[in-house]
């Protein structure tokens, strides 16, 4: 069966969506090394193992991903409840003192109790965050921005987008004399 053939708009929207989720978790990994680094956690230097070497994670690393993704998903809902957002989303998170309880009771669990909950809270959150914010937000702007809050009347918005739009017409339109 050929694979379908994507257009040039379509090859380019995908890109910008890759490069959106690769800011997004770089952005992520910054808040958890910070976080981290305030807590007194210290790096030890690495394993010095070689880039290209494909070897199968252990155990152990496969929980310490799953602790490094569930904290930073716990320290997002923390930006959000901080920015005012997490209310005006449609979805039930967990408040993230909560989120960052279990992340970290998960941790200290013997590794037979570990089973993650479904979905994890870093799958959790970051569905929230394609469905509900702007790509390119964090990069362009550097704070999250949510494209269809649950509160907000469709209409109303586009009207005060509109007025504002008419408000400051005359800082692009220099051909046309406004008073």
Known sequence: MPYPQISSDQRQAIARSVEAVIQQ???DADLVGQFLLSHGYQPTGGR?????????????MNGASMLLLN???????ARWERQSIKSRLPETLPDSTVALKATLAATNAAPDDRAAPRPALHQQVFTIWLKHFSRQGSQQLGTD??????????DALLDTLADLLWQHRHLTNTSEDIT
């Open 25 to 27: 978790a770089a952005r």
């Open 48 to 60: 010095g193992d070689a880039p290209n070497q494909a070897a199968q994670p252990s155990p152990a």
């Open 71 to 77: 904290l930073a998903a716990a320290l997002r809902i």
């Open 145 to 154: 921005v949510l494209m269809n809050p649950a509160d907000v009347n469709p």
